[in-house]
């Protein structure tokens, strides 16, 4: 399976601030997912994001608060822009498995916001 | 209704018992069947996969998925200490990767 891993592990931000996540792959991918993770809850799809092309976002997130950048086949940003408590959560990176349909998952980034 | 629904627990057992973990969805659509495993801090593992119905083996780990009643299904037989942990059902449908994710449960085993 792939090694994937995510900067900042953590961070603690103040609001109206935005913070950018990386996520990094130690082979070529061609599709990288970011998730949210809020407090015992499941895991939402933020958006898809595909080397080459703009990311496609799913209901409910928009481009202008979660921008996302995919400039290789090893590497994404997540940028959680003009940071509310509400923003406070878990941020997932993902890529797809070897096997169909299935996924790879970091680490995580634990945001807080005050 | 949400399209995966998973009872969140949690789930306390002693050591050795037999875990049954169960997430029903609404979709007849869904075709690819996984259940991730996630601990403290971690990021969800891929535990098990299972495409359409039927069971698939894997050491103490057994997934079971009945498409008649929409039911998925994990088994962990002998339960350990290092089990304890939140299992997350997840599936799809149509062949995008965009998985579907249960609320999760949470296990505690016993020592």
């Known amino acids: 399976s792939a090694v994937i891993s995510q900067k900042p592990s953590r961070d603690i931000c103040q609001r109206g601030t935005s913070l950018t996540i990386q996520c990094q792959v130690d082979s070529q991918v061609t599709m990288m997912f970011w998730y949210r993770q809020q407090p015992g809850q499941s895991l939402t799809l933020i958006a898809t994001a595909n080397q080459g092309s703009e990311a496609t976002y799913e209901s409910g997130f928009v481009i202008d608060k979660f921008p996302i950048s995919r400039p290789n086949l090893t590497f994404s940003t997540l940028t959680v822009s003009n940071m509310s408590p509400e923003d406070s959560s878990i941020y997932l990176c993902?890529?797809?498995?070897?096997?169909?349909?299935?996924?790879?998952f970091g680490p995580g980034t634990r945001l807080l916001v005050l | 209704q949400k399209e995966v629904e998973q009872d969140p627990g949690p789930l306390s057992v002693p050591e050795g018992a037999i875990v049954s973990l169960n997430c029903t969805y609404s979709n007849s659509a869904f075709q690819y069947f996984m259940w991730y495993r996630q601990y403290s801090r971690k990021g969800p593992e891929l535990l098990m996969y299972t495409y359409s119905s039927g069971n698939k083996e894997d050491g103490r780990f057994t997934a079971q998925v009945d498409k008649s009643s929409k039911y998925i299904s994990l088994f962990i037989r002998d339960s350990q200490p290092s089990d304890s942990a939140t299992y997350l059902c997840a599936t799809s449908g149509d062949s995008s990767y965009k998985l579907i994710f249960g609320s999760g449960t949470r296990l505690l085993v016993r020592p």
């Open positions: 993902s890529v797809e498995g070897t096997v169909q349909e299935t996924q790879y």
